[in-house]
């Protein structure tokens, strides 16, 4: 059976244009013009991923993903007109798998959806059971991480990125590494991406262990996670 992309987009021809790009990819795709209806259509429907517009009428799509992200691990795709940093962060930290700015290419959309979908159904390598370093503990199947035994509530990717430095804990992990293993091979340029979310991560870390030092910068090169 097809797997079903809700595309929430309030611009009717736009909406149409992606429907028409998801249908041809061979999507099974449902649709919404408002927030309200968005929710109504992703408890009927259970889609296998979600392309979402901030710009809503109704509710928007900062509150769409912070209510879908409450309950649900699918992949969300913020597609928008809005492109500042500050507004890419926030999508990120709310827990949206990629912020895409229009305008943008239909094949290089369909190509983002087929990346965050074999994300989502890929299947965990053998791994221990508890990952630890310091007093960051990750429990990669229940999907938690405690630090100094609080629970460090974190984004899909966010978990994915801190799970890739701790398997990997002392070593240099390189742009084009971290992006290939946890955004998948079409994101290798993506240096940007990686960044606000490696930004997010160590806020997260920070509001529980200020000042302490998890991840660091090998400038130029990637990002280390530091070992004991």
Known sequence: MAETVLVVEDEPEFGELVELWM??????????????????????????????DVALPGI??????ERW??????PILMLTARGSEAEKV???????????????SFPELTARVEAALRRAHASPPERPKLLRQRDLVVDPDAHQA????VEVRLTPTEFRLLVYLLERAGQLATHH????????????QDVHLLRMTIRNLRLRLDSVAPGESYITTEYGLGYRLAPN
């Open 177 to 188: 590494q971290i992006l290939a293993a946890v955004w998948g091979s079409g994101y290798g």
């Open 146 to 149: 405690h630090l100094r035994g």
């Open 23 to 52: 249908s041809r990819a061979g999507y099974r795709v449902v649709t919404a013009r408002t927030g309200p209806d968005a929710l109504r259509r992703f408890h009927e429907e259970r889609p296998d991923l979600v392309i979402v």
């Open 90 to 104: 926030r999508g990120l930290k709310l827990g949206a798998d990629d912020y895409i700015t229009k305008p943008v």
């Open 60 to 65: 928007d799509g900062w509150q769409l993903v």
């Open 69 to 74: 992200r409450e309950f649900s691990r699918v």
